[in-house]
């Protein structure tokens, strides 16, 4: 059974920064692309990057790009976000997932597996 367990949010302030992880199990981690989303209250989930399954290629909304970086460690089973100059705006609750990396006909896209999401790991941005 495919279990993501997302951890390190927090609060932050602005400017600051935070490093969430992703531990997975239930499935062969090395054989899989992940992907990072967010959800703010009242809005829709929104997709934040991506890394490929050996971690040579990563995407980012352009909201984080700049500020944030993905990486993975495939002999411990961990994906994880590093958060730097955090804005208001990142506070959300944070969610990793396997994914899918597909050509739209226009540009690279990233597509959630259909795994049930996690508890999340909830980002608080605040003076």
């Known amino acids: 059974q495919v279990q993501l367990v997302e951890s390190g949010g927090g609060l932050a302030q602005p400017g600051g920064s935070l490093r969430l992880s992703c531990a997975a199990s239930?499935?062969?981690?090395?054989?899989?692309?992940m992907a990072w989303y967010r959800q703010s209250p009242g809005k829709e989930r929104e997709f934040v990057g991506f890394i490929s399954f050996l971690g040579g290629r990563l995407l980012y909304a352009d909201k984080v790009k700049g500020r944030f970086t993905i990486s993975r460690d495939n002999e411990k089973n961990i994906m994880f976000l590093q958060m730097d100059s955090v804005k208001p705006d990142d506070t959300a609750v944070y969610y990793c997932i396997r994914a899918v990396l597909y050509w739209n006909g226009d540009r690279w896209s990233v597509r959630a597996m259909s795994d049930s999401w996690g508890q999340g790991t909830q980002v608080t941005v605040s003076s």
């Open positions: 239930g499935f062969s981690f090395s054989d899989y692309h």
